[in-house]
């Protein structure tokens, strides 16, 4: 088992490569830079802007840099003679050298720094370096995401058993047409509409803003976000949930002459929220979508609004930063449900 | 003897116009498919001879509610006091904050949608069926290795693809579909490597490469007919996806540009308005869900009408 | 004697999206104490749909109507709590498919303790010791070990061995047993009809076998009910329907045995054409198609079970057959 994560996790460093190189290039053929305003800036400042951040070298220099002394990443945050020392390094006044004499080369560019942990200057939130942002916004849309996938979780959960109890009959219709409802109409539609009626009209919930993630002003984004899943995670449990209880040991189950309750809970219950566990993955992302919406309209924030206005206002390194930590999520969940799909079910072995 | 013969008339009947018995027989598809086809029809015929154009800005007639045809004045407003030059001028939908007739509007933004929906999930389907069969059917080392990439795009939080493709390339709208479907084509290339796997071990693809086939004309005369069933229903239910995204898109302003116009840019422009002017809202939306609650009905439909096992 | 099961005008009805299917019509039947009855039918005969419906056990889009009393109690329409106590204790059911009968992810000890904590209130611990007897009962070697594993882990033999464990653990008055050896190898079947046969001399119980195979219940059971389109077509005591089959069904169904006695150049003697469609049986005899000796009554009315001699039935309108095998009309 511990084999099988440590394997799937080396597994998911040529994935995260990838997925730096896509972003990173990407990123870059967008016209226009971090530093473009309105009024051109005079040719020597933005030349010396571009070079403080290394944006004047060519592009595959940026992205990775061997010869380059801007080691940082290894040696912290600055030039830090110190620091090198401790790593037996010293630095004469261009470059760092090392006990036999030799020039110490390293990584440098944005993959040299991100090896070494350093998401690099934030370009366009001045003074803050990428990871401070992301630690800012992190918490918030953690708690939100989390909180609305436990909350589809269980409902959908529920809604998805009893309908498939009642398949055909009243409750499974109206359960199904209420989850129709929540996957074709749009979060950002739902959202405003519960704000106008509980928010403005009702007057119970406050319309929007984070107030330290007080309980009233999580309610409803956390019911907006959680909507399309619960939706979705009850038509998914009904249909396994169907497929489970026409299963032959469910039937077995039956003839023992168990309570209906134990029959779903401990027969059938396992085998029905296999799928999912597989959906795992693309729940996150579904909700990693919505938390984009969500945080704009109720003015959350989060770490959507970095990625928005990062991307539009092309501060790379922070889009970077986003997207990194994102597809880390992804994958760390992938991991998680594979793990989980195995415990659940004895008859897969990690091999 | 036998005078009855019930069995010989059940057989003869292939899977197809089965298919085809149960899907007509499931009301709600059927529906589905009649409104579908309506809403399509009015998007496409309409800009032509409504009596508005989509760019025509009225200035004396800025965010008239609609005329008072089903009784909700109490929710829009009285067309006739709150602009009397609007009477009779057949805004039936009212118009917009820019004095546009929002029934034409609505109409286009579905063109709009409605065509990112089709060109995206056909972009998808090319590409997902082309690579998932050719996966599926070599096999081995290059299946693994063309699957894993898939598994690495799949790792890639989309919507951050989607915006940065959109973000590089601009707001184009041959790009936008083509973003979309780059990204929607992944579900589709699993379903069809899987469909192909299995079918692959059956023996009249045996016997067919035992015959001396081609490799591609068994992919293209034995492999994609049998996984067309999957991919219809898949395709159904992808093209509402895609016209979801691309309303998130417009949400985050990323979406298609004035003066051209789809559901997702209408909603996120209503919502501004919903509480004085809630018509500017309730009209696109109400059609964008309908369309949406129609492709899935007839996802369903179909899903149930291939795989007969009853859900 | 008393009877310990008495169905009367049991009748099972699937409402299916091409119409309804009737797979029970009408039927009546009793099984009395110590009675060993075997229920012969082909695939879609309705033979296991007959003792689903008694167990409770119909699929949804299924329903029973008619009447069946276990020791004088309706379990038709009875409140799924009443048939819970007893279901899986008095009256248990063996099923077809070892393979996919036993809950995969819980362990088969759990699976057969939880049927003694149910009805009997055992303990934890009780249950396990008693699980572990019954579990060497039925011939699990290694039984204290192998009560800690999975099902996947057992092989499709000792999968319905610990099945037939699970269905005697609570010492039932009646076991119906649906095609228990069907599924398995020959060499496998055998051990289980081995087993259940021990099993009926031993413990004092009512078994109804159901099979197609005419020669599981000559070993097995006294008394045969034959199934055919959803009705019995003859009823006999064992010893009386292999060397004297009165329906024409039956008369097929014993011919097709291969015998020992008889050279390998006689072929076996099939019965032409399929069961007929039950969503629209003929008016008359279900069995008429593929009948050599249908006539124009045949064809309008359809007949009844009616006893002909002591403990023997029949649906045909024929006066039968002679002891060389030709036929009074």
Redesign the interface.
Known sequence: MLRFIARRLMGAIPTMLIIIIMAFFLMRMAKGGPFDQERKLPPEIERNILAAYDLDKPLFQQFIDVNGFVCTAFLTGNHDPAAAAARGLTYDGTKYVNDKGRQFRCLGGYLGKLLGGDLGPSYKYKDFTVAELIADGAPVSALLGISAMLLATVIGLTLGTIAALRQNRASDFSIMTIAMIGITVPSFVMAPILTLILGVNLGWLPVGGWNEGALQNMILPVISLSLTQIAVISRLTRGSMIEVLRSNYVRTARAKGLPEFQVITRHAMRAAILPLISYLGPATAGIVTGSLVIEQIFNLPGIGKYFINGALQRDYTLVMGVVILYASLVIMLNLVADVLYGLLDPKIRYD | MAVVQPVSEFQGRSLWQDARRRLFANKAAVISMIVLALIATMSIVMPFVWQHNFDDAYFDRISCPPPDYLGMTGLFGNQAEMCPTAVGQGHIFGTDANGRDLFIRVMMGGRVSLAIGFVATFVALMIGVLYGATAGFIGGRVDNLMMRFVDILYALPFIFFVIILVVVFGNNFLLMFVAIGAVEWLTMARIVRGQTLSIKRKEFIEAAEASGVSTMNIIRRHILPNVLGPVIVYVTLTVPAVILTESFLSFLGLGVQEPFTSWGVLIADGKDQMESYPWMLIFPAVFMAITLFCFNFIGDGLRDALDPRDR | MSSILSVKDLAVRFS??DGEVSAVNQISFDVEEGDCVGVVGESGSGKSQTFMAI???L???GKASGSATFRGEELIGMK??R???????KM??I?Q?PM???????KVGRQLT??LV??KGMSEKDARARAIQILDRVKIPDASRRIDQ?P?EFSGGMRQRV?IA?ALVCEPQLLIADEPSTALDVTVQAQILDLLQELRRDENMSIIMITHDLGVVAGLCNRVMVMYAGEFCETAKVSEIFHDPQHPYTRGLVNSIPRLDQSSETRLIAIP??P??L??L?KGCTF??RCTF?FDRC?AERPKLTPFAEERAKSCHLKGFDSLGAVIR
């Open positions: 299916t999206p167990m409770g056990l699929a949804n889009n799924r709590e048939l819970n106590k007893i279901r899986g204790s248990t059911m099923f498919d996919t009968s036993l809950t995969p992810h819980l939880e049927v149910l009805h999975y996947h099945m699970m054409g399929h007929p469609n969503q629209r003929p008429q198609e249908a064809i």
